[in-house]
T-cell receptor, first 113, second 109 residues
Framework: GAGVSQSPRYKVAKRGQDVALRCDPI?????LFWYQQALGQGPEFLTY????????KSGLPSDRFFAERPEGSVSTLKIQRTQQEDSAVYLC???????????FGPGTRLTVT | DAKTTQPPSMDCAEGRAANLPCNHS???????VYWYRQIHSQGPQYIIH?????ETNEMASLIITEDRKSSTLILPHATLRDTAVYYC??????????WGAGTKLIIKP
């Protein structure tokens, strides 16, 4: 079956531009997570949805970061006024429920120039 | 800051067992340990998880110490395709996975 997909796979943005990163979770998965992964590091939690409800956004690094999942399936992570420190791989994961293993997408590599 | 601690890199000969250690001293009694691996340019792939009993599946075995402060992932017969970065994580009470920097495992022919 289809896994988690993310688009675009690569994004280059000029400093100050807004970007939108999309995640298509596995069909029927209730939980959806966003992570940020810097080069050579493990993923860092950003935010978590259960269906359309954003239950935890404690990992979002600033108010320039915003995530939504309006119909409880596809999710979008938006970064406004991108900065160089936002350059990273952004990973999306979905899970049948909270305590199950998470299935990751391939990530979106964002480079801010 | 709660993190897991792993050796940065390890080598293993093809066909031998690869034993990857992890310290998770800040884990609480009801928090599961999860292991993932990540091959270059791909997202992390789930391997196995456990709470306090040893676990085995088709990919690996997981040994968790009695005090739950450390665990070992065992790949019984490593192949070249097992070369990857292996992450030991645990899920905290907020359903967040807590990650460290991982172990880069290189399988040598």
């Amino acid at each position: 079956g289809a896994g988690v997909s993310q688009s675009p796979r690569y994004k280059v943005a000029k400093r100050g531009q807004d970007v939108a990163l999309r995640c298509d979770p596995i069909s029927g998965h209730v939980s959806l997570f966003w992570y940020q992964q810097a080069l050579g590091q493990g993923p860092e939690f950003l935010t978590y949805f259960q269906n359309e409800a954003q239950l935890d956004k404690s990992g979002l690094p600033s108010d320039r970061f915003f995530a939504e999942r309006p119909e409880g399936s596809v999710s979008t992570l938006k970064i406004q006024r991108t900065q160089q420190e936002d350059s990273a791989v952004y990973l999306c994961a979905s899970s049948p429920s909270d305590l199950y293993e998470q299935y990751f997408g391939p990530g979106t590599r964002l480079t801010v120039t | 800051d709660a993190k897991t601690t792993q050796p940065p890199s390890m080598d293993c000969a093809e066909g031998r067992a690869a034993n990857l250690p992890c310290n998770h001293s800040t884990i609480s009694g009801n928090e599961y340990v999860y292991w993932y691996r990540q091959i270059h340019s791909q997202g992390p792939q789930y391997i196995i998880h456990g709470l306090k009993n040893n676990e085995t599946n088709e990919m690996a075995s997981l040994i968790i110490t009695e005090d739950r402060k450390s665990s070992t992932l065992i790949l019984p017969h490593a192949t070249l395709r097992d070369t990857a970065v292996y992450y030991c994580t645990y899920m905290d009470s907020n359903y967040q996975l807590i990650w460290g920097a991982g172990t880069k495992l290189i399988i040598k022919p």
